[in-house]
């Protein structure tokens, strides 16, 4: 299935308004496989106020995380030191996909995209990382033809690198998996410094762009 048909069939599933991932990282785990997500179209239920660590399938924790120095390439082909990026201060969403994922990855991707839209003019302070779990395949081209299919805006960066550069910054921040078609329905979001918020399971558009926007509003204070 090409890329942009897989994008076709997730927006067609998803619809206009939300995309919610029920993808859990139990079934991730004992599955192995990324064909048993179902998606609800029941907003109300899912989008209910974040008022503790877990809602509606989907948890979240502040962590600490410190970028390795490593070296990668973006879907054009720039060198990009991620450590040194997070330098510069300001919210940075990050997640980990790869361009022949049939199932997981599209899903995420969309939500990214949608939650990019949901930001409207704030995106452009916004950068968005998608690092690629198989680095061995997925080159700057066919990442590039992955970020044209979402529609990637230019603060949204596809990564890739050496297996052993992947692999230290998925162990940095607790997203390595065995099998890469079991890995987690992860974002991440950097608050400031080495803060992260770690948000896994049912995580929405409009929990990302909520939650991006109050790193936002803070950075102002």
């Known amino acids: ?33 990324h064909n048993d997500e179902q998606m609800s179209d029941d907003a109300e239920s899912i989008l209910q106020p974040d008022t503790g660590n877990t809602v509606a399938g989907h948890s979240q924790i ?6 390795p120095p490593v070296y990668l390439l973006d879907q054009n082909g720039s ?11 300001g919210p940075v969403l990050l997640n980990f996909i790869f361009t022949s994922c049939p199932g997981i990855c599209p899903i995420l991707s969309a939500v990214l995209a949608q939650a990019s839209q949901l930001l409207g003019e704030d995106r452009q302070r916004v950068r968005m990382w998608s690092l690629s ?21 230019e603060q949204w960066r596809f990564l890739t690198g050496s297996a052993a550069a992947v692999m230290q910054i998925r162990q940095a921040f607790g997203a390595e998996s065995d099998n890469k ?16 918020l770690r948000m896994e399971g049912d995580v929405t558009p409009m929990m990302l762009a909520t939650e991006v926007q109050g790193v936002l509003l803070a950075s102002q204070q």
């Open 133 to 153: 779990i198989d680095p061995d395949n997925d080159r700057p081209e066919q990442l590039r033809q992955y970020a044209n299919a979402f529609n990637a805006h």
């Open 181 to 196: 078609m079991a890995h987690l329905p992860l974002f991440l979001i950097r608050q400031q410094h080495d803060e992260w």
């Open 79 to 89: 060198s990009v030191d991620l450590a040194r990026q997070l330098n510069t201060p």
């Open 1 to 33: 299935m090409s890329i942009s048909l897989q994008r076709r069939n997730v927006i067609k599933t998803l619809g206009a308004s939300l995309i919610v991932c029920s993808c859990s990282r139990a079934a991730a785990h004992s599955q192995h496989q």
């Open 62 to 67: 502040q962590a600490r995380y410190s970028m």
